[in-house]
């Protein structure tokens, strides 16, 4: 069975400052990981997956198999980050995403 | 496109009813997938109904089930209410085409009560 851990409930910085946002999974295999935000009162959707290896509105993730981690990543946050946000994993061959419990993070002036 | 719609949006039962849920996918999307949404256990998998068929399961009781249209369209039905059943429940439609994973784009949810 998998599972994904993201160990910070809450997550506070300011304005500029880089923001970090961890996670770690367990899954036997090769999944595919990706990051969900919820901006607030708008549906769940997609930020990045670790496939595309792509830079979405400056976050970037990277997945570390030897640590099982795929830690999202901004250099320097926007207030309009705020937002919560989910790690999810897929496992190969299946169809469902097994999500982290969130980090909401607030984005101070 | 017009997006994942659910309804109704806001629901309050009593314990031992029962309820269904709808959702409508993205036009074209033919996999619909079920969550639901609670603080203490946070997004947790339903199901996924692609083709009218069930094609993954999660871990929940047999009150939790679903079933899908040859429209795509989905309902959601749990029996029996308990308390613990209060939650948000999100739908979301996929293409699910080939082997490569498809976004899954997420409703607005179902915000049910369970008194």
């Known amino acids: 069975a998998q599972r994904v851990t993201q160990p910070e409930k809450l997550l506070s910085v300011f304005k500029g400052a880089p923001v970090e946002l961890k996670c770690n999974y367990s899954?036997?295999?090769?999944?595919?990981l990706f990051w969900y935000v919820q901006y607030s009162r708008q549906r769940l959707q997609l930020l990045l997956r670790?496939?595309s290896r792509e830079s979405i509105k400056g976050f970037t993730a990277d997945l570390n198999k030897g640590e099982t981690s795929f830690h999202l990543k901004k250099p320097f946050a926007q207030e309009e980050d705020s937002a919560m946000y989910y790690c999810?994993?897929?496992?190969?061959?299946?169809?469902?995403?097994?999500f982290g419990a969130g980090t909401t993070v607030t984005v101070r002036a | 496109k017009a997006g994942v719609t659910q309804t109704p949006r806001y629901l309050i039962k009593t314990r031992g009813q029962q309820v269904t849920l709808s959702c409508s996918p993205i036009?074209?999307?033919?996999?619909v997938s079920w969550y639901q949404q609670t603080p203490g256990q946070g997004l947790q998998f339903l199901f996924e109904?692609?083709?009218?068929?069930?094609?993954n399961k999660g871990n929940f009781p047999g009150r939790f089930s679903g079933r899908q249209f040859s429209n795509s369209r989905s309902e959601m039905n749990v029996s029996t209410l308990e308390l613990g059943d209060s939650a948000l429940y999100l739908c979301?439609?996929?293409?699910?085409?080939?082997?490569?994973?498809?976004?899954?784009?997420f409703g607005p949810g179902t915000r049910l009560t369970v008194l």
């Open positions: 670790h496939i």
């Open positions: 899954y036997s295999g090769s999944p595919e």
């Open positions: 979301a439609s996929s293409p699910r085409t080939g082997a490569i994973y498809n976004e899954q784009f």
């Open positions: 036009s074209g999307h033919r996999s």
């Open positions: 999810a994993l897929k496992p190969a061959n299946d169809y469902k995403l097994s």
């Open positions: 109904y692609f083709s009218e068929t069930q094609r």
